[in-house]
């Protein structure tokens, strides 16, 4: 994530103190489908930038586009031709699009899902030779440029190549496009180097905002992406190192690892796989991990709402509560250290993709979590909906007690300002809502694979209906949740001014 600084509204003690130490900061993983107790691929991403930050949940229909037609990037100025029909597709935008649309997550209707982007930068000496782009490709305008046009995860990857190729890339970026056949992963080095691979099914992968790729094989065009001057660059550069003999590529880009992406990287390895060989201090996280554990889509939830469970460390924003200060930046400070779950996250989702679900319903699940999953619920949706609950829907950039968004920021608020009160009695509630889903779901999926062979509609409009009645329940009770932890709030307050 990488976007303008805007904040909104009062803020509460630990809003204030994410904000002191704000980062682009996003968390992506991948788990192969290998690794998995079910046989289904599971990818996504913590969208980590600031706290009161609204996000939004919606469905662009498909549509024909007049010829001639340009996107229009309004925060940076990137302009690019338009092909003459957009598929329909779900995304997790912002309210602001002068800011950027960012788009960020979604399915479209033939079964390719993206998340885009982690946010990450070359090092200076890179960056002095192959310089960012100010009007190229940002993540502003990638999921939007890409999603609604594309039918395949790699004609995604290669749509991504040829823009950059042709209008240079206005940041660092690290993307995830999957399908039926597989992910994609795809780091944007510099301004016109990238280097895509297909995800090995036997691997998991967890990536903050650097650099991972090591060795690739540029001759393996089946499994490989690149731009034509990945090594020569570094060797320009003079940043260019080996490992084993062979070009490195997260070596040769980028800069040193700051403490931010140390702390990430560490505790989400080790959160997939308590028995990993890494350590805090490694100078380098290799992307592709091993295990012999198997993991579940909880695995995948429980690695979003990471605070450094089972290590010795403590998330930076705890500082304040224990009474050492507040920090004043984003490095580790004697034992705390910034967390995948931290105040600074808008939204998270875990894409959960199946083998035996046809492409219209998007060949897996979408749970998306919006707001902090530290408290925010992960609700599942296929590709196929056609409207969203309103909730998902309001563009207020303070406080609405009609949005999504607002009413979970406010509980998370007060219920990690008021841990002792509070305790982990509204995520212990949610665990068992998204446990009752993860049943339910496994039988709409199959209702709804047989019903979409036979009548495409009728499977859209059911799970259109399902998803939004859910999403009402939900909602109505995370408004008594609010209701009760303000009123109980109060009361404490009450007791401390007597």
């Not at 990287?265 to 796989?273: A, C, E, M, Q, R």
Request: proline residues 5%; charged residues 25%.
């Amino acid at each position: 994530m990488n976007k303008k600084k805007i904040a909104f509204g009062a803020i509460t003690l630990l809003a204030t103190l994410a904000l002191q130490s704000q980062v682009d900061a996003c968390t992506g993983f991948i788990i192969g489908k290998n690794l998995t107790t079910d046989g289904t691929t599971l990818f996504g991403r913590t969208e980590d930038l600031e706290p009161n930050h609204n996000k939004n949940f919606i469905v662009y229909k498909a549509k024909d586009i007049a010829k001639g037609a340009k996107w229009k990037d309004q925060s940076n100025g990137f302009e690019y031709p338009l092909p003459q029909h957009a598929y329909r597709y779900t995304a997790v935008p912002d309210v602001t699009p002068k800011d950027g649309v960012f788009d960020e997550a979604g399915f479209n209707e033939h079964g390719v899902s993206m998340s885009a982007t982690v946010s990450a930068s070359a090092n200076k000496k890179i960056q002095k030779q192959d310089p960012y782009v100010k009007d190229g490709l940002a993540e502003s305008s990638m999921t939007s440029m890409v999603l609604p046009y594309v039918k395949t995860a790699k004609q995604g990857i290669e749509k991504i190549a040829n823009i950059i190729d042709d209008k240079g890339a206005a940041e660092g970026n690290i993307v995830v496009l999957a399908d039926k056949d597989g992910v994609w992963y795809m780091e944007i080095l510099s301004g016109h180097q990238y280097v895509a691979i297909k995800f090995p099914d036997d691997k998991f992968a967890v990536f903050p905002n650097t650099f991972y790729l090591g060795h690739v094989n540029f001759k393996d065009k089946d499994r490989v992406i690149a731009s034509k001057g990945v090594e020569s660059l570094a060797k320009k550069a003079k940043t260019y190192q080996e490992v084993d003999g062979q070009f490195h590529i997260a070596r040769s880009y980028n800069p040193p690892m700051d403490d931010a992406n140390r702390s990430r990287v560490y505790s989400g390895i080790k959160s997939l796989n308590p028995d990993a060989k890494v350590t805090y201090k490694d100078a380098n996280y290799e992307l592709l991990q091993s295990s012999d554990k198997k993991l579940s889509l909880e695995d995948a939830m429980k690695l979003q709402r990471n605070r450094f469970e089972g290590l010795n460390l403590k998330p930076l924003d705890q500082m304040a509560l224990d009474g050492k200060g507040k920090p004043k930046s984003k490095k580790a400070v004697k034992g705390y250290a910034y967390p995948i779950s931290n105040p600074n996250v808008m939204e998270a989702h875990i894409f959960q993709l199946q083998p035996d679900m046809p492409a219209e319903l998007g060949g897996g699940v979408m749970w998306l979590a919006i707001g902090s999953p530290r408290n925010a619920p992960y609700l599942p949706y296929l590709a196929n909906i056609t409207d969203t609950y309103q909730a998902y829907q309001e563009k207020s950039t303070k406080y609405n007690k009609k949005s999504w968004y607002w009413s979970i920021s406010h509980i998370n608020n007060m219920v990690a300002a008021n841990p002792k009160q509070f305790g982990t009695q509204v995520i212990d509630e949610v665990k068992q809502w998204e446990k009752t889903w993860m049943k339910e779901q496994e039988q709409t999926n199959q209702e709804l694979t047989n019903l979409v062979k036979s009548d495409p509609q009728a499977a859209a409009e059911k799970e259109t209906k399902l998803s939004k009645e859910r999403a009402a329940k939900t909602f109505k009770r995370l408004k008594e949740i609010e209701a009760r932890l303000e009123k109980d709030s109060s009361k404490k307050d009450d007791k401390t001014k007597k």
